[in-house]
C-alpha cells in the first residue's frame, strides 16, 4: 500500500481508535488482487463525510477514491461491520470516561423534582414566566411600568 503524508484533518481517526477499530475490520478476501487501499483512510474518509454532512462527490481529494469510500461504506452497513465499528467505539468511550461503578449507580431520589407549588416548576424551584395580558406581547408588570 502506497502510504501518502497528508495534513490531518480534524475527523481524523486516533491511533487508539485505529487500534480498536482494526481487530474489528474484515480481513481482505483470500485470492484475488491483494487490497490496495489503505482502510484507515477510508475510515477517515467515511467520518468526515458523516462528520461535515459533505456529499460523496465532494469528498477531498486526498482521500482515497469517493466511489472506493463509499462501496466499503455499502459493504459494512449491509453486513453489520458498520453497527458493530459503531458498538466497539461507543463502549471504548464509556469505559474511558465512566467508568463501570458510574454507570451502573441509580439516580438518587430527590425532594427537588416535587413541585412546590402552583407556580414553580418541577425540580427548579423556579416561578413560571407569566403570560402576557397584553397584545403588544409585554408581560402585565412591564406594561405597567412603561
Known sequence: MDVTVR???????????????????PAARPGGRPRSVDLREVLNAIVYVNRSG???????????????VYEYFSQWRDDGTWQELLDVLREGYREVHAPSHERTRAPRASTASRSRGPNTRAGTGM??????????????????AC
Not at 7 to 25: N, S
Not at 61 to 68: E, G, L
Open 54 to 68: 459533505c456529499q460523496w462527490s465532494m469528498l477531498p481529494h486526498d482521500f482515497p477514491a469517493k466511489s472506493t
Open 7 to 25: 495534513k490531518p484533518y480534524p475527523t481524523d481517526l486516533t491511533d487508539l481508535q485505529w487500534e480498536i477499530i482494526q481487530v474489528v475490520l
Open 127 to 144: 416561578t413560571r414566566a407569566r403570560k402576557s395580558r397584553a397584545g403588544s406581547g409585554r408581560s402585565w408588570s412591564i406594561r405597567w
